[in-house]
């Protein structure tokens, strides 16, 4: 693998080699993220964007409903350089600009969601759900000395009753104005921020072993675009 390395390492700048370097030694997969039927692409795309930014690797985007569409405008094309799981139900569609948002979840969808939930648990991941309800913690309160995945839901309701059910924690941020919640992206990079932060303070564990490395390199030299 070295060679390989090596070899196409020698077919990019140095200026190119060396920010890939950079992104790398801050890489985690201590911490993913996980939309449930975000609808608006925007919205996913800017999120994805503050994975990159903040050194997530791994995010999840779980398609109950509506399928995911990224804005490559809004991407830059950070996501290609990240590990973007696609995890869609059966009765998933594309949502038309405008169209009345469906709001009942079906026990299809349920099952969708739940089987990407069970899945990171087993990897020993801790679900940890943004919500509205009564009885959220703190998100300075979340726990960080374990890995996490971090649940984010649709921009009209939220997670569902399953994520809800399935979380380990659930936490919400206190609103000081008028609005009940952030804008979608910004409120899952305010989370990625604070959760992340505090998981690098408490030491090295975030961080990926040289094994992990090296395929995540070779993986992004073998891409034919270098443009971002």
Sequence with gaps: ??????????????????????????????????????????????????????????????????????????????????????????????????????????ETANANTRKVLRSLKEKGYSLVASTLRDGAMGIDDIPVDRPIALLVGTEFMGLSDAAHEMSDFQFSMPMLGFAQSFNLSVFGALCIANLSARMRALGDDWKMTEPEKQALLLSWLKRKDYSQ
């Design 1 to 106: 693998m070295e060679n390989e390395i090596r070899e196409l390492a020698g077919k990019i700048t140095p200026t190119r080699y060396a920010r890939m370097l950079h992104a790398l030694a801050h890489r985690t997969r201590r911490m993913t993220v996980v939309l449930e039927d975000v609808f608006q692409p925007h919205n996913a795309a800017a999120l994805l964007r503050s994975c990159d930014a903040f050194g997530i690797q791994e995010a999840h985007l779980i398609e109950n409903k509506y399928k995911t569409r990224l804005s490559k405008n809004v991407d830059m094309g950070t996501s290609k350089w990240m590990d973007v799981f696609h995890h869609t139900s059966p009765e998933a569609r594309l949502c038309r600009v405008g169209e009345p948002k469906d709001q009942k979840v079906s």
